[in-house]
C-alpha cells in the first residue's frame, strides 16, 4: 500500500502552521517530496549492505527474519527480473514501469536458466574456466560469473561446460550468450501532489485523477513528513522548519527506544 501523497502533504502544511514557521507551496513540496523519497530509497541498499556484511554480528534480541522481511517488502515494489541483452553480458539501464521506461539504480543477483549464479573475482573465473582442478568444482555448482574488464559488456557468465583440449592441456570455455538475467531494482516514480487553480484567490485545490502517490512502504509515512520538512529547512531557507523535523525525529527515536 502506498503512502497518499495528499496525506503527506496536509500533514507537513499542518505541522508547519501550527507551529507558525512557514508555508510550503505545492511546486515546493513536489520538488522536496521527490528529494525526500529519493533519499529514503537509497538508505534502503545502505542498510542492506550494512547488514550483510555484518551478518555474523547479530544482535541476539534482534529478529533478523523479520527485519529482512521488512526489507523485502519495502524493495519489492521496486525489483523486476530482467534479460540481459547484447550477448547476455549487457545489464539493463532502464525497466518498463507502466509503459513509461525507469532507471535502473541497483543491480542484484544474476541468472542463468532461472538458476541464480555464484559471483567469483575475474581472477577465480578465469582459474576456474581454464584449469581441469578448479573446473571440477565449477561443475558441483552450476554458473558463476564475475565484473567484466571487457568494453561494453557488464557481466561475463560460464556455464558448466566446456571443451578439454588435449595438446594444450587446457579446457576451451566462452561465456553463454542466453539465458541470463538479473535482478533489477528502479528508481522510484516521481511524487506529484497535482491541482487546479480555482476561485479568484487563485488558490490550489487538490486534483486526485493526476496525483502521484509516493510508492515507499507505508510505514515510511513519518520519516517522509519529517524529511520534507528538514529539507524545507536547508532548500528552501526554512530553518524553523528543519528545527521542527529535528526535533520531530528526535521525539520518534526516544519512543523507539522505549
Known amino acids: ?30 520538488l522536496l517530496a521527490n528529494q525526500a523519497q529519493m533519499s529514503i530509497f537509497e538508505s534502503y541498499f545502505f542498510s542492506k549492505n550494512l547488514r550483510d556484511r555484518q551478518e555474523d554480528d547479530r544482535t541476539p534480541e534482534v529478529d533478523e527474519t523479520d527485519i529482512s522481511e521488512l526489507m523485502g517488502r519495502k524493495l519489492g515494489p521496486f525489483l523486476s527480473v530482467e534479460d540481459l541483452t547484447v550477448n547476455a553480458t ?41 584449469s581441469k582442478r578448479h573446473y571440477a568444482g565449477l561443475l558441483g555448482t552450476g554458473a558463476i560469473y564475475s565484473d567484466n574488464v571487457v568494453t561494453n559488456r557488464d557481466v561475463l557468465v560460464y556455464a558448466s561446460s566446456a571443451t578439454y583440449d588435449s595438446t594444450s592441456d587446457a579446457l576451451i570455455t566462452t561465456p553463454v ?12 516514480i516521481d511524487v506529484n501532489w497535482a491541482y487546479v487553480v480555482v476561485g479568484t484567490n487563485k488558490k490550489a485545490l487538490y486534483n486526485a485523477n493526476a496525483a502521484v502517490d509516493f510508492e515507499l512502504h ?41
Open 177 to 188: 550468450t542466453s539465458g541470463v538475467s538479473v535482478e533489477c531494482f528502479r528508481v522510484p
Open 1 to 30: 500500500m502506498a503512502i497518499s501523497v495528499d496525506t503527506v502533504y496536509q500533514r507537513v502544511l499542518t505541522l508547519a502552521n501550527k507551529e507558525q514557521r512557514g508555508y510550503i507551496t505545492p511546486q515546493e513540496f513536489n
Open 90 to 130: 549487457t545489464f539493463p539501464s532502464t525497466v518498463g514501469v507502466n509503459g513509461v521506461q525507469v532507471d535502473v539504480f541497483h543491480t542484484g543477483r544474476v541468472f542463468h536458466n532461472n538458476m541464480v549464479c555464484q559471483k567469483v573475482s575475474i581472477n577465480e573465473a578465469q582459474r576456474m574456466t581454464r
Open 218 to 258: 507505508r510505514s515510511e509515512e513519518d520519516t517522509v513528513v519529517n524529511k520534507i520538512l528538514e529539507l524545507s529547512g536547508i532548500v528552501m531557507n526554512k530553518p524553523g522548519l528543519m528545527e521542527l523535523a529535528h526535533q520531530k525525529s528526535a521525539n520518534e527515536l526516544n519512543l523507539q527506544k522505549v
